[in-house]
């Protein structure tokens, strides 16, 4: 290998660790790199003999709950030959194998794009399948497991090449780029959406460094993951790229008048509730009325009303509208100035599809 490739690899090997060090590399055992001379180093020691994983967060990140990125794996299956036993002796790449996941993660790629105007990162992983990195700016969760694994879901929905059991696992390592599968002796290589399967096969074989990886931050993903994350207590922490915390950006509350407004949507379609009044209570109506400076008193005559709309006896919701008005205007982020964020309605439609239907305007159904 000449110099110029070895630092252009050298170079995406530091890229898919910009977070910073020390952070676990796997050779699959784990070791801790402390830094970037540790990194380069343990990696080109072990590049002709083993898999070769980095992990997804550097181990500050780990530590503080501090996530920048989504990993999906998209998995089909090896090509495999076996002796007259039955007893697999020698894996090797099978493009058959390897069509569905390709065809799924194409999709989920496009879905990325339409609805949030971003593309992944994405890799053959030179096995059976791929891997898409799907980027933000950094943001603190208090729930970064569940609150991926929900994200994920509405991304995948229906796709059944997905390894469910890596989604969300911050400690997890990945295989890292321009390294070789030691099954089928291909290399991990980046890739545009749009580059045929063949080609990356052959990308795979000859190392052609048709992509350098490029992140591109989706703001948009960083506020729903937080706005999952808010669902219990809503704390709102951002980390920016200066490390600092700040409260800024992804914590913008709408004008009254739009709370106001929602509210009265709510009310309106309350004849129609069968289901679901207490997911409404407490994360639509009751914070927004909170955000409305309503007292007490007004929140439970309004939340009174709706119940009674949906032919029910508010009654036998008081005791909850009581404890939703408690747990909202405790809550609390750190910085203790701002009550609760209700769900908006577009997110809780999405996580509720069962009651989408009864909340929604006529005009949008």
Not at 81 to 110: A, D, H, T
Not at 171 to 195: G, W
Not at 262 to 289: M, T, Y
Not at 306 to 328: A, C, M, Q, W
Request: net charge positive; glycine share 4%; hydrophobic share 35%.
């Amino acid at each position: 290998m000449d110099n110029s490739t070895k630092k252009i690899i050298e170079k995406i090997w530091l890229d898919n660790a910009f977070e910073g060090f020390p952070r676990d590399i796997g050779f699959p055992n784990r070791i801790l790199a402390r830094n970037k001379d540790d990194y380069l180093r343990e990696i080109w020691s072990h590049i002709s003999q083993t898999h070769i994983y980095n992990s997804l967060f550097s181990t500050r990140m780990i530590e503080h709950n501090i996530v920048n990125k989504i990993y999906i794996d998209f998995d089909g299956a090896y090509g495999e030959i076996k002796n007259k036993k039955g007893e697999v002796v020698k894996y090797f790449l099978s493009v058959n194998g390897i069509k569905k996941p390709y065809q799924e993660m194409k999709k989920c790629v496009k879905k990325m794009n339409k609805k949030y105007g971003c593309i992944p990162r994405i890799n053959f992983t030179a096995g059976r399948g791929f891997g898409i990195y799907i980027d933000f700016p950094e943001i603190i969760l208090k729930d970064p497991k569940y609150c991926i694994i929900e994200f994920v879901k509405t991304m995948t929905k229906g796709m059944l090449t997905i390894d469910h059991q890596i989604i969300g696992d911050v400690s997890r390592l990945y295989r890292l780029p321009y390294t070789i599968h030691p099954k089928t002796k291909l290399l991990c290589v980046p890739f545009e959406i749009d580059l045929k399967l063949e080609d990356i096969v052959e990308e795979s074989k000859k190392c052609l460094f048709r992509v350098t990886p490029k992140r591109v931050e989706c703001r948009e993903i960083a506020e729903e993951l937080l706005e999952i994350d808010s669902y219990e207590d809503n704390t709102i922490d951002v980390v920016m790229s200066n490390r600092t915390l700040i409260d800024k950006g992804l914590q913008k509350i709408k004008p009254k008048n739009l709370y106001e407004n929602e509210v009265n949507l709510i009310l309106e379609r309350a004849p129609q509730i069968k289901d679901g009044r207490h997911r409404i209570l407490h994360f639509l109506l009751v914070p927004r009325l909170i955000l409305m400076n309503k007292s007490d008193d007004e929140i439970l005559k309004i939340t009174s009303e709706f119940i009674e709309n949906t032919n029910r006896n508010f009654e036998d919701y008081k005791d909850y509208v009581l404890l939703s008005i408690k747990r909202n205007r405790e809550g609390k982020n750190k910085a203790g100035s701002d009550p609760w964020r209700p769900w908006s309605l577009k997110i809780f439609k999405e996580r509720n599809i069962d009651i989408k239907n009864m909340i929604e305007s006529p005009k949008k159904r």
